[in-house]
C-alpha cells in the first residue's frame, strides 16, 4: 500500500484539507477486522453518500446531454455507466489499488470478483469524500472527468444492453420460446453466497452463469448463450463479452 496519499491528490486533481477524510476512503471493513486500533472508520458510510451523488450527477448529465432519450433508454445507459464493472474500471485507471486498507487475504486476492466490488466502492467512497471536502461542484468535475468520458464507449459496444432481455428477444423471435433460468449450485455462507445459474430453452440447457446474486447469474448466462447460440449481430455484438 502506497502511503502517500499526495500522489492520490495530484491524481484526481483535488487537494483535502481533511486528509484523514481521504484516507477514509481507502479503508475496507476487512481491515479494521485486523487492526481495530486503526484511528479511522472504514469507507462504508462515504461509499453511501457517493453513490447517491454519482447517480444524481449521472442521470443529470444523461437528462440534459440526450432531450430526445426516453427514460428507459437513459435508465440503461446510467447503470452501464455505474455498475461495479465500469467503477472498477474506472479505479483500476486511478490506481486506486495502491492506497487501499484492506486486510491481508483481501490484499492478495488482486484479481477476484470480490476485488472488483471492493475497487467500485472505493470509487464512490472517493466520490463522497470530495463531495463532502470541495462541495457539489467539485464532485460533479470528479464524475465528468474519470466516469462519463466511457459512455460513448458503452453505447459504441452496447454494453446498455440488458444480456438477458436480448436473448429473450432473440429466443421469441427465432424459437418461439421463452427462456427459462433454474439455480443448479449455491455455495458459501449467507453473507457471502455464490450461484450457478442455467439457462435453458425448453429442455435444452444453452449456458450457465456464475455471480454473488441470482440476478447476476442470470446476466452472466445470458451473456454465455448469446455466445453459445451465436445471436451477436452488428449493433449488439459486444454485449456477450461485456
Same mark, same amino acid.
Do not use: C
Given at each position: 500500500? +502506497?502511503?502517500?496519499?499526495?500522489?492520490?491528490?495530484?491524481?484526481?486533481?483535488?487537494?483535502?484539507?481533511?486528509?484523514?477524510?481521504?484516507?477514509?476512503?481507502?479503508?475496507?471493513? =476487512? !481491515?479494521? %477486522?485486523? +487492526?481495530?486500533?486503526?484511528? &479511522?472508520?472504514?469507507?462504508?458510510?462515504?461509499?453511501?453518500?457517493?453513490?447517491?451523488?454519482?447517480?444524481?450527477?449521472?442521470?443529470?448529465?444523461?437528462?440534459?446531454?440526450?432531450?430526445?432519450?426516453?427514460?428507459?433508454?437513459?435508465? %440503461?445507459?446510467?447503470?452501464?455507466?455505474?455498475?461495479?464493472?465500469?467503477?472498477?474500471?474506472?479505479?483500476?485507471?486511478?490506481?486506486?489499488?495502491?492506497?487501499?486498507?484492506?486486510? *491481508?487475504?483481501?490484499?492478495?486476492?488482486?484479481? =477476484?470478483?470480490?476485488?472488483?466490488?471492493?475497487?467500485?466502492?472505493?470509487?464512490?467512497?472517493?466520490?463522497?469524500?470530495?463531495?463532502?471536502?470541495?462541495?457539489?461542484?467539485?464532485?460533479?468535475? !470528479?464524475?465528468?472527468?474519470?466516469?462519463?468520458?466511457?459512455?460513448?464507449?458503452?453505447?459504441?459496444?452496447?454494453?446498455?444492453?440488458?444480456?438477458? =432481455?436480448?436473448?429473450?428477444?432473440?429466443?421469441?423471435?427465432?424459437?418461439?420460446?421463452?427462456?427459462?433460468?433454474?439455480?443448479?449450485?449455491?455455495?458459501?455462507?449467507?453473507?457471502? *453466497?455464490? !450461484?450457478?445459474?442455467?439457462?435453458?430453452?425448453?429442455?435444452?440447457?444453452?449456458?450457465?452463469?456464475?455471480?454473488?446474486?441470482?440476478?447476476?447469474?442470470?446476466?452472466?448466462?445470458?451473456?454465455?448463450?448469446? &455466445?453459445?447460440?451465436?445471436? %451477436?449481430?452488428? %449493433?449488439?455484438?459486444?454485449?456477450?463479452?461485456?
Amino acid at each position: 500500500m +502506497n502511503g502517500d496519499f499526495s500522489i492520490l491528490e495530484k491524481r484526481i486533481g483535488v487537494t483535502f484539507t481533511n486528509k484523514d477524510l481521504l484516507r477514509q476512503s481507502m479503508v475496507h471493513r =476487512s !481491515f479494521l %477486522n485486523e +487492526n481495530p486500533s486503526f484511528p &479511522l472508520n472504514h469507507n462504508e458510510r462515504l461509499e453511501y453518500l457517493g453513490d447517491a451523488v454519482l447517480e444524481l450527477v449521472v442521470t443529470d448529465y444523461l437528462y440534459r446531454s440526450f432531450p430526445d432519450a426516453d427514460e428507459g433508454v437513459m435508465t %440503461n445507459w446510467r447503470a452501464s455507466l455505474v455498475n461495479s464493472k465500469m467503477l472498477s474500471l474506472v479505479s483500476r485507471n486511478l490506481e486506486l489499488d495502491e492506497f487501499l486498507y484492506l486486510s *491481508k487475504g483481501e490484499g492478495k486476492d488482486s484479481e =477476484s470478483k470480490a476485488r472488483q466490488y471492493i475497487l467500485a466502492n472505493a470509487i464512490e467512497a472517493l466520490i463522497g469524500a470530495v463531495y463532502l471536502e470541495k462541495g457539489y461542484e467539485a464532485a460533479d468535475k !470528479f464524475i465528468h472527468v474519470f466516469v462519463l468520458p466511457h459512455l460513448p464507449i458503452i453505447l459504441e459496444q452496447g454494453l446498455d444492453v440488458d444480456p438477458k =432481455s436480448r436473448f429473450q428477444e432473440l429466443a421469441q423471435e427465432k424459437m418461439k420460446v421463452t427462456p427459462r433460468y433454474e439455480v443448479l449450485k449455491m455455495e458459501g455462507p449467507d453473507h457471502a *453466497k455464490w !450461484f450457478t445459474v442455467g439457462v435453458y430453452l425448453e429442455k435444452d440447457l444453452i449456458a450457465t452463469g456464475e455471480g454473488s446474486s441470482k440476478q447476476e447469474a442470470q446476466l452472466h448466462a445470458a451473456k454465455q448463450a448469446l &455466445l453459445q447460440k451465436e445471436w %451477436n449481430n452488428n %449493433n449488439h455484438e459486444q454485449v456477450a463479452t461485456s
